[in-house]
């Protein structure tokens, strides 16, 4: 008696995602926060035109991947290329993940617009996320101590502000964000944090900036103009922290997951990354 | 045998079988968690995961002292026990011993609500009216602190505190407190010296489950204590709990990776602590049926 209510009760637990994943007219989409808000826009506009059912779901790039690896999804949307140690896992699962990028995101550095400062350099916003910048006076506002604000390790956007402004690129970094960094599990909430605290700095895809939040102009260095973090300023590479954003899926597209990647590189999917503050890749 | 007695019989065994899923159940999570934390300990020593002061997960190589983390969740749970302890039970005292009976019912309504409440819907309301009223009113750079987490997880632990406590309360003697009146003590005295005394292990089991409760509270703690994994000094600085590092690593996590078994060996913390939580509080009611 048991074991049969055991056998039952296991099969309907472990086959379940699989029939999800292999459902003929359902495709489930998971990973990156940053690009739920575009995947559930594309999703929206290709549900009008097909009969098809597709899923988004965030939970971070990283979350993404291992739904890739565990088969509990066809899309991995990730705003970070997938890791070695994500390749190597999935090759055992007889995964063959498969990237396609579909947008580009400039990553705002975002203050309170009550906050003087403007303008920084990778020097000292990496300065101010290690917290060897304590206070705002250093970098040219008022008396006040630096909150810092970054997202939680599953995110895609923190892996790439950690290696590409904190360890400016360099393998052999030890830099890391500040312990006292408040690790907020959204880009929402760094957003209601910022609109809400005048000492606080913060990073996501710029396609979160409203009038409640100030962007920051960024320098590569000293001699360097700033920037603001504006379409343009990405498509033509003068914004220093821009980076792409990719699908995978398993081994090359087909089928319907075909027919929905097809969806968002054409003509009317990249008008759509435009429309929702990304950059798009094709014209 | 008649059908009756056959009924009967299956009826039974289908009690008896869902009575033992359930500590089926519990030690296949306990075997589970042991399986994949203990892993852990191949690559790191138990000492450096429970002492260690840095959290850097998915650094090479990791970080994976959990120090700051459980003092993180103790001081929580600390803090919302100050606050929750003497409000519950003097609420449970009014409620068992001099409200009346109208107003007795209007409040157990309302604290059964106060339990209905989803923790994530308690974090939301924190995040927008507490933390800014914390942040504030002590001056501090912000207000997702660990006191701001005490505040919210004092009212999850409230409805459990005053129900048991409550019930400690009404499972006195009636002869107690009829002994007591009768020698001349005024009704306060009975309470504290008669009826509190009395439904002392009861109490101290209530107080135990709503510890327990707030310990292992996830959603809300994550959403207004900040979740920065730095050394706790005072109750208004940010904090990051067992709890919300597993809610929020999980997902990341590679399968296999010494990450993953260090979420899991945290998960083997938190259960140890919550279960020497429950077997005290356990002791306690034992106790006082003797």
């Known amino acids: ?283 | 045998m008649p059908a009756r007695k056959i009924k009967e019989f299956f009826i039974e065994k289908l009690i008896l079988i869902c009575g033992l899923l359930s500590i089926f159940f519990v030690v296949l999570i306990f075997i589970f968690l042991l399986k994949e934390g203990l892993a852990l300990l191949k690559t790191i020593r138990p000492f450096d995961f429970m002492l260690g002061k840095k959290w850097y997960p998915i650094s090479e190589p990791p970080q994976l002292g959990i120090l700051p983390l459980i003092l993180g969740s103790l001081l929580v749970t600390l803090g919302a026990a100050l606050i929750s302890v003497p409000i519950g039970i003097a609420c449970a005292v009014y409620i068992a011993e001099i409200a009346p009976l109208k107003i007795k019912e209007v409040l157990k309504a309302g604290i059964e609500l106060l339990a209905a409440i989803p923790s994530v819907v308690l974090g939301f309301i924190g995040m927008v009216t507490l933390v800014p009223l914390v942040k504030n009113i002590f001056h501090l750079p912000t207000g997702l602190t660990a006191l701001s987490g005490s505040i919210m997880l004092a009212f999850m632990a409230m409805p459990t505190i005053v129900s048991i406590a409550e019930d400690a309360l009404y499972s006195v003697p009636k002869s107690y407190k009829e002994g007591a009146l009768a020698l001349g003590a005024t009704h306060w005295q009975t309470i504290y010296r008669v009826m509190l005394p009395a439904a002392a292990s009861g109490i101290l089991a209530a107080v135990m489950l709503g510890i327990g409760r707030v310990i292992g509270e996830t959603m809300a703690v994550m959403m207004i204590t900040g979740n920065a994994a730095l050394m706790p000094h005072s109750i208004l600085q940010p904090v990051r709990t067992l709890t919300a590092t597993i809610a929020a690593e999980m997902g990341e996590a590679v399968v296999g990776s010494e990450h993953y078994f260090a979420l899991f060996a945290v998960g083997i913390v938190l259960f140890v602590i919550s279960f020497i939580i429950n077997v005290s509080a356990d002791l306690f009611l034992h106790r006082k049926r003797i």
Not at chain 1, 39 to 59: I, P, R, S
Not at chain 1, 243 to 255: H, I, K, S, V, W
């Open chain 1, 1 to 283: 008696m048991l074991r049969v209510i055991f056998f039952v009760l296991s099969l309907g637990l472990f086959l379940n995602p699989v029939f999800a994943a292999q459902n003929k007219n359902n495709i489930q989409v998971k990973g990156s926060d940053t690009m739920v808000n575009l995947a559930q826009a594309w999703a929206e506009k290709y549900m009008e035109k097909n009969q098809d059912f597709v899923a988004v779901t965030g939970g971070g790039s990283g979350t993404g991947f291992s739904s890739l690896i565990s088969g509990t999804c066809d899309i991995a949307m990730s705003s970070r290329n997938i890791k070695d140690k994500e390749i190597a896992l999935a090759k055992q699962k007889g995964i063959d993940p498969f990237e396609i990028k579909v947008a580009l995101d400039g990553l705002a550095v975002v203050v309170n617009p009550k906050n003087p400062v403007d303008k920084l350099t990778i020097d000292q916003l990496a300065g101010i996320f290690t917290a060897k910048i304590k206070n705002w006076k250093e970098v040219g506002g008022a008396d006040a101590k630096i909150v810092i604000l970054s997202r939680e390790v599953n995110s895609g956007t923190h892996v790439y502000f950690k290696e590409h402004v904190l360890r400016k690129l360099d393998p052999n970094s030890k830099e890391e964000f500040a312990p006292d960094a408040l690790m907020l599990s959204s880009s929402q909430a760094i957003a209601d944090e910022v609109a809400g605290n005048s000492a606080a700095i913060g990073y996501y895809g710029m396609g979160y900036i409203s009038p409640k939040q100030k962007a920051i102009a960024v320098a590569k260095d000293e001699k360097s103009e700033y920037v603001t973090p504006t379409i343009e300023n990405v498509l033509n590479d003068t914004y220093p922290i821009s980076r792409p954003l990719f699908l995978y899926t398993n081994g090359q597209p087909q089928g319907l997951v075909k027919k929905f990647v097809d969806f968002m590189l054409s003509k009317v999917g990249q008008d759509i990354v435009l429309k929702t503050d990304f950059v798009p890749v094709k014209n």
